[in-house]
């Protein structure tokens, strides 16, 4: 069924902070809950952009699947200079979490978006 997982989409320079429902097996059962919406500084696009010709591709995915449970942020930007899509689950990635950072300074009052730099290491092993 899943879970209201953080969700940061810049369209151009419009972005939109909200929890949307992070897996569902045919359609969404819950209902996406917009915490923010604003515009995003070219010089924060510019930033992103830094960060981004540090990697060779558009879509930063990690996943750690000994954890049975846990959190799941997305993030996608779609301007003219750049495409971009990070998801991250269980997982830490220091571009991800720069990139993050820059975001974050839009989000105001509600709660931040996080990448855990320890995150669980359930490898589904009982001792």
Do not use: H, W
Request: charged fraction near 25%; charge should be negative; include cysteine.
């Amino acid at each position: 069924m899943g879970t209201l997982q953080p969700y940061f989409e810049i369209i151009d320079s419009v972005f939109v902070y909200s929890y949307k429902q992070n897996s569902a097996f045919e359609s969404s059962s819950l209902e996406t809950d917009t915490l923010q919406k604003g515009i995003i500084r070219k010089t924060s696009i510019d930033s992103i952009i830094d960060l981004v010709d540090e990697i060779e591709d558009s879509v930063i995915t990690k996943t750690n699947l000994g954890v049975d449970n846990g959190g799941l942020i997305t993030v996608s930007i779609r301007t003219k200079e750049i495409k971009l899509t990070i998801s991250m689950l269980n997982c830490y990635d220091t571009i991800a979490d720069r990139i993050i950072q820059v975001l974050n300074t839009y989000i105001s009052d509600k709660p931040k978006l996080i990448i855990d730099k320890n995150p669980p290491r359930d490898y589904g092993i009982d001792l």
